[in-house]
């Protein structure tokens, strides 16, 4: 399965950097074709490794309906009013995926839940799996990001200090993502939320029922 144009011009722009302020120099300093060169073996590396967990993910598969997504958002998130949730299903060739979200904001405060159900499209989990695959564990003084689980599902979460602003993404079921956002709220919201919600049940679900 091939990666998205996107996903890798994201890595071609992320090499870009390397390329500033070539020529000259001591003679230690490598080469613009050098760095070049080492850009592009990084970017094929990391090409191959994003295809071949893609292709780990199986066959797609029908997705199931967004209503039902619906269902397995969170009455809402630290007591906050919950907005009206949102949710589709979505058809492109022979790519099929729902999802569906819903915000809660008071003022400066605010939250959002996403869940997403990418029926088996390799591509779509490949960033995900890859940042979980390297197992980081990240802290600073401006805050941490880290692989970890929630109910037993491999997940990734990082907190800002300054912007008092966390984000949490987990992998249910090897299927289901769902994210959550908070900001001006405290650190483990996000986590708690994700805790509260039914993943397990979620994990089950095989639609596409509506």
Known sequence: MRISL???LVLILAGLPMLSGCGGGEKSEPSALEKLQETAKNLETASKELQQVGEE?????????FRTLINYL?????????????GETMNMGEWNFSQASARCEQGEVNASVENFDYA??????APFKMLVKMKLNKESTTG??????????SAYETWNNKDQRAELTVLVGDRFIVKIQTGKLPELTAR??????????????TGPAA
């Not at 088996?120 to 989990?125: D, E, K, L």
């Not at 941490?144 to 599902?153: K, L, N, P, Q, V």
């Not at 708690?192 to 679900?205: F, H, P, Q, S």
């Open 144 to 153: 941490y990001e880290r692989s970890t689980e929630i109910a037993g599902f």
């Open 192 to 205: 708690r939320t994700a805790e509260g919600m039914d993943l397990k049940k979620l994990a089950k679900e």
């Open 74 to 86: 969170p009455a809402n998130v630290a007591n906050l009013a919950k907005g009206e949730p949102s």
């Open 57 to 65: 993910q199986g066959e797609p598969v029908p997705p199931v309906s």
């Open 6 to 8: 996107v996903f890798t």
């Open 120 to 125: 088996h499209i390799g591509t779509m989990y």
